[in-house]
């Protein structure tokens, strides 16, 4: 049986709330399913339990991990192997990549750059969340747009 992205999302939405009422969890205002804030309280929460340190943790977080990006890894190595689409590919240099991937993670906690967590907040009525929603979709366009011209 094939459930489409629709009913998936509305089953998904539907279990989300009511899991809140059943169980009075709140995850906090425009956390939702920001990869990089998960990445950062499950770094952080297994740092923290193996040396002892007081990392910061957002409030949902502090007794035990939100598992988000397992799920999702998780959930996308299951899809690409029934897809028969797994492969595992070289990139030109592995520590230029994973130097890059730690950037663009670090970049996102500073600036607030999931475009998830903006979108939540511009829901939530903040004006600075659009205006920064709006920028990255600039910056990504820009960007996009240059890395066309130099290689094409």
Not at 1 to 28: C, D, E, H, N, Y
Not at 95 to 121: D, Q, Y
Request: glycine share 10%; hydrophobic share 55%.
């Amino acid at each position: 049986m094939r459930i489409s992205p629709l009913t998936a999302g509305l089953i998904g939405g539907f279990t989300a709330a009511m899991l809140q009422a059943l169980f009075k969890v709140f995850p906090p205002p425009a956390y939702g399913i920001c990869i990089a804030c998960h990445t950062r309280d499950l770094v952080n929460w297994i740092v923290n339990h193996l040396f002892g340190t007081s990392l910061g943790l957002a409030p949902v977080s502090k007794v035990f991990p939100v598992l988000t990006v397992v799920g999702i890894f998780i959930g996308a190595l299951i899809a690409a192997f029934v897809h028969k689409e797994f492969k595992i590919k070289q990139t030109h240099n592995p520590a230029i990549g994973f130097i890059l991937g730690i950037l663009v993670i670090n970049f996102a906690l500073l600036m607030g750059g999931c475009p998830v967590r903006e979108t939540l907040r511009t829901a939530y009525g903040d004006i600075i969340a659009l205006i920064s929603l709006i920028a990255m979709f600039a910056g990504v366009v820009v960007a996009s747009e240059v890395y066309l011209k130099r290689n094409l």
